[in-house]
């Protein structure tokens, strides 16, 4: 599976942005799909999941209420829609697949394929 991930950019603190996970090579409607983030100089930081029986979510403390994450089978594509941005929430962003179930999803060594990254940068 190759996943792309796109939708990032510069805004300012209170705006949205909605990023896209794009999926090829074998359809995601099997896997659960994470979103993950990673800050300069900090660990990568689970964002939120979306299992693939029932579409379940999971978001992070930090970003619940705030981040919506969603799935399109027949694009193949994932979504995670963040809204009032922070500048805390500045970051790269990362999706990925998890192929083997629905469980810990928030553990980042669960997910086997991961895209490339897409930069969000919140300003104040």
């Known amino acids: 599976v190759q996943l792309q991930a796109s939708g990032g950019g510069l805004v300012q603190a209170g705006d949205s942005l909605r990023l896209s996970c794009a999926a090829s090579g074998r359809p995601i409607g099997n896997y659960a799909m994470g979103w993950f983030r990673q800050a300069p100089g900090k660990e990568r930081e689970f964002v939120s999941a979306i299992n693939f029986i029932g579409g379940r979510t999971y978001y992070a403390d930090s970003v619940k209420g705030r981040f919506t994450i969603s799935r399109d089978d027949a694009k193949n594509t994932a979504y995670l829609q963040m809204n009032n941005l922070k500048p805390e929430d500045t970051a790269v962003y990362y999706c990925?697949?998890?192929?083997?179930?629905?469980?810990?999803?928030?553990?980042?060594?669960?997910?086997?394929?991961w895209g490339q990254g897409t930069q969000v940068t919140v300003s104040s």
């Open positions: 990925a697949a998890y192929t083997s179930g629905n469980y810990y999803l928030r553990d980042p060594k669960m997910y086997n394929y």
